[in-house]
C-alpha cells in the first residue's frame, strides 16, 4: 500500500541543523508532489513548502525562504527536508505529505501522510 | 496569502448530533479549492473532503462538504466515538495554508 515513513526523533541545540527523511513506497516516486507540513506542540498545521520529486524543483513559505531546502533521491525513493539555524520555537512534529492526483486541476489535496517526525531544539 | 478563518474555536456535543464547523477564506477559492482533514489525539492528519464537497476514499458518508466562494462548511451527522478530533480546512488554490482548526469534544 501506499506509505510514507519518515525517520525518528531528533534533538538539536539552537543554530545547529535537523534533516528529516521521507521514504515513500506504493506509487511511483515521481508522480506526486510532496510537501512538508510542521505543528508546533498544541498548535495547528503550518505549511513549509514543496518538491517535485521528478524535476527536483522545490517552492517554500516565505516563513521559510532562506532557512529551508527539500532535496529527493530517486534511487531509493526518499525525500529530505532540512531546516537550518534552528530556533527554540522550531520544535515541532514535522510530517511529508504526498499531493494527491484526485482531480484533474494542476493541483491537489494530500492524500497520504507521513506518521510525522518530532524535532526539539533545546540547549 | 490567503487566510482560513475556522469556527467555532470548540465544539461541545453528544455522541449522535450532527456537527457544523465552519471555513472562511479571506479570498475567493474559484475551483473549490478546499479541503478538511481529520486529526486523532497523536496521529497524523486525514484526509476527509477535497475539491470542497468530494468524500475521500474509505470515508464515511456521515461527512460531508459543501461551500463555495469564501465559505465552506464541514458537516459530521450524527457524531461516532471516533469523531471526536480536531478538523482542520485546508486551500490549495494559491500556495497552501490551513485554517487554526476546530476542536469537536464530548459535551
Known amino acids: 500500500q501506499v506509505q510514507l515513513v519518515q525517520s525518528g526523533a531528533d534533538m538539536k541545540n539552537p543554530g545547529a541543523s535537523v534533516k528529516v527523511s521521507c521514504e515513500t513506497s506504493?506509487?511511483?516516486?515521481?508522480?506526486?508532489?510532496i510537501h512538508w507540513v510542521r505543528q508546533a506542540p498544541g498548535q495547528g498545521l503550518e505549511w513549509m513548502g514543496w518538491i517535485n520529486p521528478n524535476s527536483g524543483g522545490t517552492n517554500f513559505a516565505q516563513n521559510f525562504q532562506g532557512r529551508v531546502s527539500m532535496t529527493r533521491d530517486p534511487s531509493i525513493s526518499t525525500v529530505y527536508m532540512e531546516l537550518r539555524n534552528l530556533r527554540y520555537d522550531d520544535t515541532a512534529i514535522y510530517y511529508c505529505a504526498r499531493e494527491g492526483r484526485l482531480t484533474v486541476t494542476d493541483r491537489d489535496a494530500f492524500d497520504i501522510w507521513g506518521q510525522g517526525t518530532l524535532v526539539t531544539v533545546s540547549s | 496569502e490567503i487566510v482560513l478563518t475556522q469556527s467555532p474555536g470548540t465544539l461541545s456535543l453528544s455522541t449522535g448530533e450532527r456537527a457544523t464547523l465552519s471555513c472562511r477564506a479571506s479570498?475567493?477559492?474559484?475551483?473549490?479549492?478546499i479541503a478538511w482533514y481529520q486529526q486523532r489525539p497523536g496521529q497524523a492528519p486525514r484526509l476527509l473532503i477535497y475539491?470542497?464537497?468530494t468524500r475521500a476514499a474509505g470515508i464515511p458518508d456521515r461527512f460531508s462538504g459543501s461551500g463555495s466562494g469564501t465559505d465552506f462548511t464541514l458537516t459530521i451527522e450524527r457524531m461516532e466515538p471516533e469523531d471526536f478530533a480536531v478538523y482542520y480546512c485546508?486551500?490549495?488554490?494559491?500556495?497552501?495554508?490551513f485554517g487554526q482548526g476546530t476542536k469537536v469534544e464530548i459535551k
Open positions: 506504493g506509487y511511483t516516486f515521481k508522480g506526486n508532489y
Open positions: 475539491a470542497a464537497s
Open positions: 479570498e475567493t477559492l474559484s475551483g473549490s479549492y
Open positions: 485546508h486551500q490549495y488554490r494559491t500556495s497552501r495554508s
